[in-house]
T-cell receptor, first 114, second 110 residues
Framework: EAQVTQNPRYLITVTGKKLTVTCSQNMNHEYMSWYRQDPGLGLRQIYYSMNVEVTDKGDVPEGYKVSRKEKRNFPLILESPSPNQTSLYFC?????????????FGPGTRLTVL | GQNIDQPTEMTATEGAIVQINCTYQTSGFNGLFWYQQHAGEAPTFLSYNVLDGLEEKGRFSSFLSRSKGYSYLLLKEPQMKDSASYLCAVRDRGGNKLTFGTGTQLKVEL
């Protein structure tokens, strides 16, 4: 089954404790992206990647890191989480090139930073 | 950059037709998407427009006017299960970067 998976689905942590949220897709997509979703603000892009070893900042990259060592994986790293990073996070992937190339979203990770 | 506006909330009666509007201002445009998102779940793709006109996909249709920076999503015969948030998103000219509106929360009532 074609899908985007994220782990963990739920996480409660404390300020300053480094964490990684994993994202993996099995559709051989070139493009991957991370979003955060907050009430009243909608989905905002954190980082995206057009291919292996190619990453770029989205609209709200501060406090986050990403890497793209393999095509299928795109982990999101919070080196020193803070309470303002409490949010619902979505990973998405799509193919590139001609066509509409819809983005497929993972199930989401609900993060609480105390 | 992109700026996208949608109404925050709408209510529809089961079986009627509901139209959700989206306006955008953009420095580059390469398509407009509509997604549906049920509470606590991931967004799922509904429709895509890159040229002016109407695209129909079952009970959902989407319209685009590039000159007016305007789109709408039309839902025929809405059902209770269609109660969800509807997200309008614009893709930039350079690649696959999507900018989302804040979504329209649709409530379908009997």
């Amino acid at each position: 089954e074609a899908q985007v998976t994220q782990n963990p689905r739920y996480l409660i942590t404390v300020t300053g404790k480094k964490l990684t949220v994993t994202c993996s897709q099995n559709m051989n997509h070139e493009y991957m992206s991370w979003y955060r979703q907050d009430p009243g603000l909608g989905l905002r892009q954190i980082y995206y990647s057009m291919n292996v070893e190619v990453t770029d900042k989205g609209d709200v990259p501060e406090g986050y890191k990403v890497s793209r060592k393999e095509k299928r994986n795109f982990p999101l790293i919070l080196e020193s989480p803070s309470p303002n990073q409490t949010s619902l996070y979505f990973c998405a992937s799509s193919s590139l090139g001609q066509g509409y190339n819809e983005q497929f979203f993972g199930p989401g990770t609900r993060l609480t930073v105390l | 950059g992109q700026n996208i506006d949608q109404p925050t909330e709408m209510t529809a009666t089961e079986g009627a037709i509901v139209q959700i509007n989206c306006t955008y201002q953009t420095s580059g445009f390469n398509g407009l998407f509509w997604y549906q998102q049920h509470a606590g779940e991931a967004p799922t793709f509904l429709s895509y427009n890159v040229l002016d006109g109407l695209e129909e996909k079952g009970r959902f249709s989407s319209f685009l006017s590039r000159s007016k920076g305007y789109s709408y999503l039309l839902l025929k015969e809405p059902q209770m299960k269609d109660s969800a948030s509807y997200l309008c998103a614009v893709r930039d000219r350079g690649g696959n970067k999507l900018t989302f509106g804040t979504g329209t929360q649709l409530k379908v009532e009997l």
